[in-house]
């Protein structure tokens, strides 16, 4: 995607040609940086309890990976809108082969890794790790993207963050289509989506489903993307007599933005007072989804740049963001115990295990995205000429 110039005139908006949203990539980085926040904290966790594992900063790994679910289905339906709206048309085999060569070359790339590579580096570094299982039982789940099962069946794993992208490829293969035959029906068919999980997840917390059938429901956030659908279609759709409430939009952006800040922070303390109880509840999901959605919508809505955001280093680090939730955990893995046995001071700990984590996943999340998964997008531009 290209930048597109930027615009004296907010009313002037063409809101079905706009080819870059100012902002998200910051965003995107900051969601990768509270996932590899979370996964550090509960690595540290295992260790004995340090300074980071009560902090709610460091608690917000589902949070995250809900926004990337919003965010996710607020792009790719808005991509779809755009492509109806130029072409009269939707081209299912060039949306297959974009979302194929970005996602799928790191996705599998990361399987062997942890597969085969990693535990050679566990054993080198008398690291005390032991792989919770083997490839012949699991390779139909990671092949067929429902990794999650993995989870499931086996406990925590390296691969553990592979998950979300297994529900986001299932997610893309299914909307493609839809969109394309259904296309005059996308909203109301959004809507039954959020309709149809809330059903399902009643059902579920009354004992009709399977361990098995409740934990894919759960894990399968299609109302996450719902909720981004949605905002994608009313932007493109009703953004521009929109941009006559100008107040509405800054009163929309500070409460979304504040209401978001405060689950950053003050996580376990919001959680309490809106389910009034300290475990995870399945419908905080659309709480949270809808809160992520109506940030993202008024973000867009006037498309202004925001300086930290749009910084041309958080645009960088947002560009490489798919490459820091796919390694960050095979990292923090290899880093945690040489750090732990130093036996410095707890906070002197935390600050050096944090620090070097975050160093070493973005040089390589940088060298990945320059060296291996700018090969895969080349040849897509290729492809798609």
Request: charge should be positive.
């Amino acid at each position: 995607m290209h930048a597109v110039d930027k615009m004296t005139n907010q009313q002037d908006v063409d809101f079905k040609s706009i080819k870059f949203f100012h902002n998200f990539d910051g965003l995107r980085f900051i969601a990768a940086f509270l996932v590899l926040f979370h996964h550090a904290a509960s690595l540290t966790a295992q260790h004995g309890a340090t300074l980071i594992t009560q902090l709610d900063l460091f608690k917000n790994g589902e949070n995250a990976v809900s926004f990337f679910f919003v965010l996710s289905g607020f792009l790719i339906t808005y991509l779809l809108l755009q492509e109806k709206g130029i072409k009269e048309k939707i081209t299912i085999r060039n949306f297959y082969i974009k979302r194929i060569l970005r996602i799928w070359p790191l996705y599998f790339l990361l399987i062997i890794i942890a597969l085969f590579i990693q535990p050679l580096v566990i054993d080198l570094m008398h690291i005390p790790y032991v792989m919770p299982y083997n490839l012949k039982d699991t390779w139909m789940y990671f092949v067929f993207f429902l990794p999650g099962m993995v989870t499931f069946y086996f406990g925590s794993h390296l691969l553990e963050p592979l998950w979300s992208i297994g529900v986001e490829e299932l997610f893309y293969l299914l909307w493609a289509p839809v969109f394309k035959y259904f296309n005059k029906y996308i909203l109301p068919i959004l809507l039954f989506v959020l309709v149809a999980k809330l059903f399902l997840l009643q059902l579920s917390h009354l004992g009709y489903f399977s361990p098995e059938m409740a934990y894919l429901l759960r894990i399968l956030q299609f109302e996450s993307m719902a909720y981004g659908g949605i905002g994608a279609y009313l932007l493109f759709n009703y953004g521009k007599p929109l941009l006559n409430y100008t107040r509405l939009i800054q009163i929309m952006k500070l409460v979304f933005g504040l209401s978001i800040l405060g689950l950053i922070f003050f996580n376990s303390a919001i959680h309490f007072l809106l389910f009034k109880s300290n475990s995870h509840s399945d419908f905080e999901v659309f709480v949270k989804s809808f809160l992520f959605a109506g940030f993202l919508f008024s973000l867009a809505l006037t498309n202004k740049k925001i300086l930290f955001l749009s910084s041309k280093p958080m645009v960088y680090l947002g560009e490489i963001s798919y490459g820091i939730y796919m390694y960050h955990l095979l990292i923090l893995t290899v880093l945690i115990l040489p750090i732990h046995n130093l036996r410095l001071d707890l906070i002197l700990q935390d600050s050096l295990f944090l620090g070097a984590s975050i160093l070493l996943t973005i040089l390589i999340a940088g060298l990945s995205k320059r060296f291996f998964e700018s090969y895969f997008l080349n040849f897509r531009k290729k492809l798609l000429r």
